[in-house]
């Protein structure tokens, strides 16, 4: 095997560079490498693909996924990890110099598209037909790079020098019709390799194309610009992530970019139907179901009308049938307004015909309301077409079979107030779903000290497919409490060492890392933990002998282009970095690190370094949240609100294992009525020093005019209400939290106990667990094993 390794390795090398391995680039090392085990998967990836194709299938529509680095990830599924090292090893190369060459692809941004990523990983590994579909971005969201701290968006161009496990599909491109524009669709396939199996699933991305490249009579006549004209509008559909929508045009460009990739994955699967059981499209639902992750791709509904209708002359009744029979939906978020709508101008400007069959769609929803005795303002409010406007989540509520939330909590609240109405005809419908991590690549992989201690003490590799095993192991002996403790020690040398390579900071592996990463929303609350920090810096520059250990804060978070608020606490939170790492005195207490265009491979540096997971935001307005189980499963204390999946940990974990603060769910309508920020801002102490430090000249907003405002949400009436997500309201519990869980660092033995309780009962909530719930409840599809 090794043997066979070091010369595909050599010889794809030879091929992807056109020299020998010594003279080859580390770039091209890692093509090579990648290709020898593109090559080594690709009889089992087409016997998967042929097994799925003759059974039931499950079909993940999701405009984001967020796959990290594949190379490393595929060695360590495919059990090649050491054989790897070994073959490249033979040419005196280094396999984790290697391994740093490969860009991750940028396929996503948050937890959205990183639950897809680990969806797929479960389904590969569980021997599942699910194949991903989504978009081949050529940018991705954007790099984040400061400047003066303030964030600034770059291209990412993660493909430029190739990319070994993204495979061309040519021959099964599809062509996407506009209103003002034709594309072609061509596939892009990611293999998806599972831990323990032969399967190899597969991860689909189109790329939009444009007809012809260009226009060679318009070039001929000197009007270059013009020659290139459509090739771009085409190109622009998969160009980036989330365009910035702020704008009337980048609001078509997404809703072009959502129909070009559901449009392009329907019209495959109804040709692989066709193909495999005969012409009778009503029969689609018994082969296959459809998961629309959030309501990015819900135009896949009127798109499989239309594809009925028109293309293979169903009648309405018997689509209708088969669309109520095929989709599933998952909602991501409890906040009505962050549910997509879109201008009727829109539709009508890019498909006339789905805005026409969104009107009978939304006619005959409102005839079926009246007939069940529904008032005409519910119907108006719950109606598909309304107000000028297209509801894709109203959408996906009324064809969907299953609806389901992320988090029991969130679940509930769905159930009850986002979705209410919609739960109150069809309960039937709603499921909870709480999410999941893999193991794989958040344990196993990416903290491989810790793994090896699990594999130790469990006797074997069985938790790495099966995570609920380490319940068996929740009491162990001190030794192994100290081993722990070395190896979280260990981590945090490492990732000092990682933080002062790309972040220029040094900081000290003794120090009580704190984290907090996640997408940067104000709901979220990074700015409660920025201004904690505040306030920190203060009390130790009154009293240098505060008791508290010393700590370092670690930030990682993009915020949306268009998000000013958002964009305005990243600069404040680079703001308190620099005060505080200048200060020669509280530098010494404490540190600030902001880590830069965070993703999936600095996400695998940092939380098997992390002690603590932040995890804040006001109760009832997180969905689920997935950082906090990777954090639980590496052996991280939840520093948390009883919000989303932290519910469900504090369930698993007991009170005893976790820091838990802040007003609840239940507390907060009472609490918002007669809230006054302004008592709090009077009269907890600190906390007026720590506001006015963000305006006094304490820190320096670059005159962005950043600070003011946010001070201004905090505390001052105008066209919103003050301090929305309760951050002062909360701020005092916090502090005294915090503070307390510093002071129970110092009984290292304790702390370790917590920890080693976490980790072993994180089983619950890895993404094995999850999809088979899917495949059981809602999917209704079996194993499917090549061998």
Not at 376 to 397: F, H
Not at 739 to 762: C, E, F, P, Q, V
Request: with cysteine; aromatic share 10%.
């Amino acid at each position: 095997m090794t043997t066979d390794l070091t010369h595909d390795f050599a010889a794809q090398v030879r091929a992807v560079s056109g020299r020998p391995v010594p003279a080859s680039t580390p770039f091209d090392l890692w093509a090579g490498l990648s290709a020898a085990i593109v090559d080594r998967i690709a009889d089992d990836w087409e016997a998967s693909e042929e097994a799925y194709a003759a059974t039931r299938q499950e079909h993940y529509f999701s405009a984001e996924f967020l796959m990290g680095r594949a190379l490393l990830n595929n060695l360590s599924n495919l059990g090649l990890v050491e054989q790897a090292r070994e073959a490249v090893g033979a040419f005196g190369q280094d396999l984790s110099v290697i391994l740093e060459e490969e860009p991750d692809a940028a396929l996503g941004n948050g937890g959205l598209g990183r639950l897809a990523a680990c969806f797929l990983d479960s389904c590969a590994t569980l021997d599942l037909p699910v194949r991903g579909y989504g978009i081949l971005y050529r940018y991705g969201l954007f790099k984040q790079l400061f400047d003066h701290g303030f964030q600034t968006e770059h291209p990412d161009p993660w493909m430029e020098e190739g990319y070994p496990f993204v495979i061309r599909r040519q021959e099964q491109t599809q062509i996407v019709t506009y209103n003002d524009l034709t594309v072609k669709a061509v596939p892009y396939d990611m293999p998806i390799t599972g831990y323990g199996t032969k399967n190899v699933n597969t991860l689909r991305l189109w790329k939009a194309e444009p007809m012809e490249e260009f226009d060679y009579q318009a070039f001929n006549s000197q009007r270059f610009t013009d020659a290139i004209v459509e090739r771009e509008r085409t190109n622009d559909i998969s160009r980036v992530l989330y365009p910035n929508d702020t704008t009337y045009e980048g609001k078509v460009l997404r809703v072009r970019q959502q129909y070009f990739f559901v449009s392009a994955s329907l019209q495959e699967i109804l040709a692989n139907y066709l193909a495999q059981h005969g012409e009778d499209l009503t029969g689609l639902a018994e082969f296959n179901a459809i998961q629309l992750n959030d309501t990015h791709p819900v135009l896949a509904i009127p798109e499989l009308m239309r594809l009925l209708l028109d293309e293979h002359g169903v009648s309405w009744e018997d689509a209708w049938e088969v669309v109520t029979s095929t989709f599933a939906y998952t909602n991501h978020t409890v906040l009505a307004e962050a549910l997509e709508t879109w201008e009727i101008s829109i539709f009508d400007r890019l498909f006339p015909r789905i805005m026409e069959i969104c009107r009978e769609i939304d006619r005959r929803f409102r005839e079926e309301m009246a007939e069940r005795g529904v008032d005409a303002g519910t119907i108006d409010y719950m109606a598909p077409v309304s107000g000028n406007r297209v509801r894709m989540a109203w959408i996906a509520c009324y064809a969907a079979y299953s609806i389901n939330g992320v988090a029991a909590l969130h679940t509930e609240i769905i159930k009850r107030e986002t979705l209410g109405d919609w739960h109150a005809i069809w309960p039937e419908r709603f499921n909870n779903k709480t999410n999941g991590v893999t193991p794989r690549r958040w344990l196993h992989q990416c903290n491989p000290r810790l793994s090896a201690l699990l594999h130790e003490v469990t006797g074997s590799d069985a938790w790495v497919r099966d995570l609920s095993v380490l319940a068996q192991f929740t009491e162990v002996d001190d030794s192994v409490l100290t081993r722990l403790t070395e190896i979280k020690h260990a981590n945090k040398v490492d990732f000092a060492a990682w933080v002062k390579e790309r972040e220029g900071i040094e900081i000290d592996p003794d120090a009580i890392f704190d984290v907090q990463i996640k997408r940067l929303h104000e709901y979220k609350r990074q700015l409660l933990n920025a201004l904690y920090i505040l306030d920190l810096y203060f009390r130790l520059k009154d009293d240098p002998g505060l008791g508290l250990p010393k700590r370092v804060f670690v930030f990682g978070a993009k915020a949306a282009p268009g998000y000013v608020r958002a964009k305005a606490i990243i600069k404040l939170i680079n703001a308190i970095a620099e005060l505080v790492n200048n200060d020669p005195e509280v530098s010494e207490r404490i540190k600030v690190v902001f880590i830069h265009n965070y993703n999936v491979s600095p996400a695998e540096h940092i939380i098997p370094a992390a002690e603590v997971s932040e995890q804040i935001s006001t109760a009832g307005k997180e969905a689920s949240g997935t950082s906090n189980m990777k954090f639980m499963m590496n052996g991280a204390l939840t520093l948390g609100t009883l919000d989303g999946a932290n519910v469900e940990i504090l369930d698993s974990v007991g009170e005893e294992n976790a820091y838990i603060f802040g007003a609840t769910e239940d507390e907060l309508p009472a609490l918002k009525a007669t809230y006054d920020p302004r008592w709090h801002y009077e009269n907890v102490q600190g906390l007026k020093r720590t506001l006015d430090g963000l305006v006094d000249g304490t820190l320096d907003d670059g005159g962005s005019g950043y600070f003011h405002d946010l001070r201004n949400s905090l505390l001052e009436w105008g066209y919103e209400t003050p301090d929305v997500y309760y951050v002062l309201g909360d701020f005092e519990a916090y502090r005294q939290t915090k503070d307390a869980m510093a002071r129970d660092y110092t009984d290292r033995l304790g702390w370790a106990r917590k920890s080693w309780a976490n980790i072993t009962l994180s089983g619950r909530f890895s993404s094995d667990r999850t999809i088979q719930d899917y495949a059981r409840e809602v999917w209704k599809i079996e194993p499917t094993p090549i061998g």
